[in-house]
Nanobody, 122 residues
Framework: QVHLVESGGGLMQPGGSLRLSCAAS????????MGWYRQAPGKQRELVAE???????NYADSVKGRFTVSRDNAKNTVTLQMNSLKPEDTGVYYC????????????????WGQGTQVTVSS
C-alpha cells in the first residue's frame, strides 16, 4: 500500500507565497508522474502541475510563471512553490502519484493524498 502525505497550505494574502510538500511512503519501485490537483468549491478537480522523473513539467495555464513544481526521485517527494497567489487559487490541493509500481514488473496504480486547504484572501 502506498500513502501520500501532504503538508503546507493555509491562509495567505493575495500576492503572497505558500509551499506545499508531499511524500509518498510504502513499498515503491517506481512512480511515473507526481503532481498537484486542486478543487475549488462547486468546481471540478483540475490539474495544477505535474512532473515526471526526467524533470519534464506540465502546468495549468492559470499558474504558469507563478507556480513551480519540483521532485526528489530518490525520496519520492514532490513540492509545489506557489508565488504571486491570487484569490482564484483558493481550493483544496491534492497530491497525486500516477503509474505507481510497488514491484518493478508489477501493475500500476494511481494514488491521491487527503488534500490540504489553500485560501487566498485579504
Amino acid at each position: 500500500q502506498v500513502h501520500l502525505v501532504e503538508s503546507g497550505g493555509g491562509l495567505m494574502q493575495p500576492g503572497g507565497s505558500l509551499r506545499l510538500s508531499c511524500a509518498a511512503s510504502g513499498t515503491i519501485a517506481f512512480i511515473y508522474s507526481m503532481g498537484w490537483y486542486r478543487q475549488a468549491p462547486g468546481k471540478q478537480r483540475e490539474l495544477v502541475a505535474e512532473i515526471i522523473p526526467s524533470g519534464l513539467t506540465n502546468y495549468a495555464d492559470s499558474v504558469k510563471g507563478r507556480f513551480t513544481v519540483s521532485r526528489d526521485n530518490a525520496k519520492n517527494t514532490v513540492t509545489l512553490q506557489m508565488n504571486s497567489l491570487k484569490p482564484e487559487d483558493t481550493g483544496v490541493y491534492y497530491c497525486n502519484a500516477k503509474r505507481v509500481r510497488t514491484d518493478i514488473r508489477g501493475a500500476e496504480s494511481d494514488y491521491w493524498g487527503q488534500g490540504t486547504q489553500v485560501t487566498v484572501s485579504s
